[in-house]
């Protein structure tokens, strides 16, 4: 991946990373996102001339548009902030426009200065140009998202309903539906009455874990909104259940996650009679 990042004409197809296509096809509630990666240009690349400027969105769209993974990218080169960058290839992401947007959001970065968004409403597929750093921390979140997934969906029932329920089972019918499931009970909210020991479980274990136990949230969060390695997750999560939470909601379930899957196991060996 790395070799094929450096290279200025390569592209990157969804087939080659497995994991990837797992992670966003699962979450079927987002939207679909094309992401145009791109990289610095070199200062003798092209004429000024070819350069195209943010205000010529209309001619990127038309340039990009019908664009494959499996073949090569138009040439195409715009101006973001400083400096020039150069189209180097594409990846269709099934229900990636939510994680894309939620790590813009983390990050505070500008449409027209960190990248170009062609995304309309309510479209199932939507399109990005975005610089390259964006696009590696674009596959490190999604990434880290299907690892929090791959955790806990052995550990739920064999018909996919949460070990929690009992009287009235609560189906989890795919990925999205879990971290909302798991977050929702950790804060005291969701099926409580379908599932009523669960906040026991979740908030015990969420309270005597650290933010420093989960390196990746860690490096994501920690010295930034008030957090520090040593707070409990039960209390970063609290922290951040507030409106308009500048931490994207996506992360939160992953946080969430990393909880259940604690607590799944424990149910597992100990069932629910503790």
């Known amino acids: 991946l790395w070799d094929s990042v450096a290279s200025f004409d390569c592209r990157l197809q969804l087939g080659k990373l497995p994991w990837l296509a797992t992670a966003m096809a699962a979450a079927e ?18 004429p000024v001339s070819e350069v195209l400027s943010v205000d010529q969105k209309s001619e990127m769209r038309e340039r990009v548009a019908g664009i494959r993974d499996d073949a090569p990218p138009p040439r195409l080169f715009v101006t973001l902030g400083k400096d020039i960058w150069g189209l180097a290839g594409s990846l269709h992401c099934s229900c990636g426009l939510d994680i894309l947007r939620g790590l813009c959001q983390l990050e505070g970065l500008t449409d027209g200065e960190d990248f170009l968004d062609f995304s309309s409403t309510g479209s ?73 020991l669960a906040m026991k479980y979740l908030q015990g274990i969420a309270r005597d874990m650290q933010l420093s136990q989960q390196p990746y949230f860690r490096a994501v969060l920690e010295d930034r909104f008030g957090l520090k390695a040593d707070d409990s997750v039960l209390g970063v999560l609290q922290a951040l259940d507030v409106p308009d939470s500048k931490v994207p909601r996506n992360i939160r379930e992953d946080l969430a996650l990393g909880v259940a899957v604690k607590a799944l196991e424990l149910v597992q060996v100990m069932g629910l009679d503790l």
Not at 31 to 44: F, H, Q, Y
């Open 29 to 46: 509630r987002s939207p679909d996102v094309v992401l145009c990666w791109m990289v610095r240009a070199p200062d003798d690349a092209d």
């Open 124 to 196: 199932r597929e939507n399109l990005m140009l975005v610089k390259q750093d964006l696009f590696l921390a674009f596959l490190s979140r999604a990434w880290a998202r299907e690892k929090a997934f791959s955790a806990v969906r052995p550990l739920l029932n064999e018909d996919g309903t949460c070990p929690f329920s009992q009287a009235s089972p609560v189906h989890l019918g795919f990925d999205e539906a879990i971290a909302v499931h798991y977050l929702e009970l950790m804060l005291g909210r969701g099926t409580q009455d379908k599932c009523p």
